[in-house]
Nanobody
């Protein structure tokens, strides 16, 4: 089993920055790809960014150029969010998978990000 715990969410003004962290524990050898999803009220869940073990990355068009995903080892993954916009307001979830295309084997509990205008 794998446990994922997010931290770093909060309230920030538009144009501000936040850094989300995801700490993994348990059978972390299974964690090839890590990523961040978000779900805003009334909207579908969206894959925001992901990174695989070879450091290949994926970004959704809505965050490209503003968000940066990184990982320092098999345990910790980060999402640096700059130039935040009110439309970035959502619950952000850390997730893992075998590949970026097959994310969702394990999920964290989520951390709320709220961007005020």
């Amino acid at each position: 089993q794998v446990q994922l715990v997010e931290s770093g969410g909060g309230l920030v003004q538009a144009g501000g920055s936040l850094r989300l962290s995801c700490a993994a524990s348990g059978s972390i050898f299974r964690l090839n790809a890590m990523g961040w999803y978000r779900r805003a009220p009334g909207k579908e869940r969206e894959l925001v960014a992901a990174i695989d073990y070879g450091r290949r990355t994926y970004y959704s068009d809505s965050v490209k150029g503003r968000f940066t995903i990184s990982r320092d080892n098999a345990k910790n993954t980060y999402l640096q969010m700059n130039n935040l916009k009110p439309e970035d307001t959502a619950m952000y979830y850390c997730a893992s998978g075998t590949t970026i295309a097959t994310m969702g084997d394990y999920w964290g509990q989520g951390t709320q990000v709220t961007v005020s205008s």
